[in-house]
């Protein structure tokens, strides 16, 4: 005690104070826990224990299926539904710096080895200032299984320093602390394949249905990133035999890297079993980009469930879901226009539950995937369910049935997520509308055509244009070149935007994560900084934003008008975002 | 920096520190909140509730009871589950009675956050009514944050604060930091007397 106090002292009064009070209390509180070793459950396999465990960690869910509680802020009882173990230590384990606050690892690795916090900005800055009001314990000795109970139940390293009030206090019964430390230890201990000091490797998928120019405009920034890569790890390696000794970011910023590109042919249903043939032959951290035409379902499916980190594919039939963890997004592809379309009208004050809403739907994968966006958020907005009708293209181009449906109906709104075989006809449905009547497409769905809408009907038209409408100013190829603002124009319609969308994903976001995993080569963590990233401005988005479980990084999508000429102006009617 | 020191004078210290004990808050880096009392001029803008109501800001908090302001997001960790476990206790210590307090956080990823998202948030803490979460244009959001003067310019790069309005002369105390429950109950309760 006497050497532990003395220890302390060499850091300030109060902490030996602290000590001393603690020196009394502990093991009073102690007294009921002193002989346990927290052995894990021998009743329950090793699989249950992770399984439980990962609740715990993940969900603050007990074994028993209880709530976890938790006191945060010294006294304020809270259940841990609201946040658990993973909001702040995040899924990998590895930690988190947010808002001037660090969250240590709390991994067994790094738990059961001495830590020293690196000093940072705040321990230098004014004691009033934005970093202080959260410090974190800067040194402290290996944990045991013992001392971890410890600091979980009272928030007290092993010297007896105590933590800061971010940090909640667990009153966890000992087997239930059993189960979690042991989680704990098995948390991001081994490094995940495809990943070492010297490599990353990396694959692309591309299925068959993608064309040469298509293929070519996705490999290129792909293969130029991995050259990239390998380039610098070249100039590292001479950097060092020239006998300069690398800092600590240097050291894990160069690495070589690899890339595989993994061909998907015929039929989705064979898919799986093709990319775990390619998978098993040679095992990659990540799936950097890629490219289909059809639905992406089947390989996120299989990323998810290899726990297999695929970044940023180009696809317009992407997975909507709040939980899939594997797959980075651009955004939701056509189901964010359709969101879009009933986001405008749910705020038009014009539009009342009266209005008669008519939604046609061509009969294909586009035409479905928008209408399900519209519906999902319509249904948010607690509104009714709007009347709509699937049509084949046939059927969309029969002039005299698609009338009487229009006099049938009456629609104020007509909702029409076709392609740009029915545009001709627009201006003769539009002429069955009543007066003030407006009608909604989109602009993925028509694609190049969008621009050929008849300047009569400009005014009643309504387009979703899920890209940035303000003028960029930056590089397009992900340089520091350009300082002319890039303006959007109508020349963009149906552009895919293969390659920048491609070089932004890598450059902007991926690349950061990389250079940022140092030696923790676990593909969670990879995920978890990479969305603990600041916003970025890219050239195709007005914005990519981030934050933990989000997985679709650009979140606008703009209701437009044309202006008039045959390269007619883009005319914003809605935010960028719209609620 | 080991600095020798003598055990006897170690014990007075010691008992002098044990005197003072009691008014020290017994934090990690000791390190207390900063309070200050400001004005506010509050911007006429529509925001967004978790019912995707609209509400107007100024009719929001020029308010006969106290109301408290805090910045947070969706998907936050670290400081958001700390701000909001103060509310979720000054909920629960004013007994429900959503006459004494009017709680408002306002979202700094107003591109996540849409009244869907908001609202799950706030079931996920149990709040009772009478704690709002609002969403907005990105324009209106920064608007609201800089007439706070708590603009922050990355929702990465956010800090702890609480702002309460006294309905007495409509001022606001301003809290940086993270304060203890006991604290922050204190502080309503200064804000609340006549």
Request: proline share 7%; aromatic share 10%; charged share 20%.
């Amino acid at each position: 005690m006497k050497a532990l106090i003395r220890y302390k002292f060499a850091h300030c009064f109060r902490v030996a104070l602290r000590s001393a009070v603690l020196a009394i209390l502990l093991p009073l509180l102690f007294s009921t826990f002193a002989h346990t070793e927290f052995i894990p459950p021998t009743d329950l396999s090793h699989a249950e224990i992770m399984r439980l465990g990962e609740r715990m960690y993940r969900q603050g869910i007990l074994p028993s299926g209880k709530v976890m509680e938790t006191f945060i802020r010294g006294d304020v009882a809270v259940d841990s539904s609201a946040f658990s173990c993973s909001s702040c230590h995040l899924r990998a384990g590895l930690g988190s710096f947010e808002g001037g606050v660090v969250t240590p690892p709390t991994n067994g690795n790094k738990l059961y080895k001495p830590y020293r916090r690196p000093p940072s900005f705040g321990d230098v800055a004014d004691r009033a200032g934005r970093f202080i009001y959260a410090k974190t314990v800067v040194e402290r000795p290996p944990y045991t299984r013992e001392t971890l109970a410890t600091a979980m139940r009272f928030g007290t390293d092993p010297t007896g320093q105590v933590f800061n009030d971010v940090m909640p206090r667990y009153p966890l019964t000992d087997r239930d602390m059993s189960i979690l430390i042991s989680y704990l230890e098995a948390l991001s201990s081994e490094p995940s394949p495809g990943a070492s000091s010297k490599q990353f490797k990396f694959a692309t998928i591309i299925t068959d249905d993608v064309s040469q120019e298509d293929r070519q405009a996705l490999l290129l920034p792909l293969q130029t990133f991995i050259a990239q890569k390998n380039q610098q790890m070249g100039m590292f390696n001479d950097f060092i035999k020239f006998g300069y000794s690398p800092t600590i970011d240097m050291q894990f910023a160069f690495r070589s890297a690899s890339l595989d590109i993994w061909e998907l042919k015929g039929p989705p249903e064979s898919w799986p079993a093709q990319l775990s043939a390619y998978y098993n032959a040679n095992p990659v951290f990540a799936v950097l980009g890629g490219i289909s035409n059809s639905d992406w379902r089947p390989i996120h499916e299989f990323c998810e469930a290899q726990r297999l980190p695929c970044l940023f594919p180009i696809t317009d039939f992407p997975v909507v879901s709040e939980s899939d963890w594997y797959t980075y997004y651009f955004n939701k592809g056509y189901t964010q226009e359709g969101e879009a379309v009933a986001r405008y009208l749910n705020r038009q004050e014009t539009i009342s539950t009266e209005t008669p809403v008519l939604q046609i739907v061509q009969d294909s994968q586009v035409g479905k995937a928008l209408a399900a966006g519209f519906r999902k958020v319509w249904k948010e907005c607690e509104r009714q369910e709007v009347t709509t009708l699937t049509l084949s293209s046939q059927q969309l181009l029969d002039q005299t049935a698609m009338d009487k449906l229009l006099t049938k109906h009456k629609p104020e709104v007509l909702i029409l997520w076709t392609d740009a075989e029915l545009l001709p006809n627009l201006p003769a449905l539009i002429a069955k509308l009543p007066a003030k009547g407006m009608v909604f497409v989109s602009s993925g769905y028509l694609g190049k055509k969008t621009a050929a809408i008849a300047e009569s009907v400009r005014e009643r038209v309504y387009i979703t244009y899920p890209y940035r409408l303000t003028p960029y100013v930056g590089s397009k190829v992900g340089g520091f070149d350009a300082k002319v603002p890039i303006l959007p124009s109508s020349k963009d319609f149906g552009n895919r935007r293969i390659t920048s969308r491609s070089i932004a994903m890598l450059q902007q976001t991926t690349l950061q994560g990389l250079n940022l995993i140092y030696d923790n080569l676990y593909r969670d963590h990879l995920l978890d900084i990479m969305s603990m990233q600041m916003d970025v401005t890219v050239l195709d988005y007005e914005r990519f934003s981030f934050g933990p479980g989000q997985r679709y990084v650009s979140k606008g999508c703009y209701i437009i008008q044309l202006g008039p000429g045959l390269d007619p102006p883009l005319l914003p009617l809605s935010d960028w975002v719209m609620h | 920096m080991r600095i020798p020191f003598p055990r006897i004078s170690l014990f007075f210290v010691i008992l002098l520190f044990v005197c003072i004990l009691p008014v020290r808050p017994t934090h990690a880096a000791d390190i207390k909140y900063k309070r200050s009392i400001e004005k506010y001029n509050i911007p006429d803008v529509v925001l967004i509730n978790q019912d995707g109501k609209k509400v107007r800001l100024q009719s929001l908090l020029n308010s006969d009871i106290p109301v408290i302001v805090d910045f947070i997001y969706g998907t936050c960790t670290t400081i958001c589950p700390v701000l909001s476990a103060g509310y979720v206790n000054l909920q629960r210590k004013l007994d429900a009675d959503n006459q004494k307090v009017r709680l408002i956080s306002i979202t700094i990823d107003p591109e996540n956050d849409s009244p869907k998202v908001m609202k799950e948030y706030l079931k996920r803490y149990r709040a009772k009514p009478g704690w709002d979460f609002l969403t907005g244009s990105r324009a209106d959001i920064d608007t609201v944050m800089r007439a706070f003067n708590a603009y922050i310019p990355d929702k990465m790069s956010h800090y702890p604060l609480n702002m309460i309005r006294m309905p007495k002369n409509g001022n606001w105390v301003r809290l940086f930091g993270l304060m203890s429950t006991k604290e922050f109950l204190n502080e309503y309760q200064m804000a609340t007397a006549k």
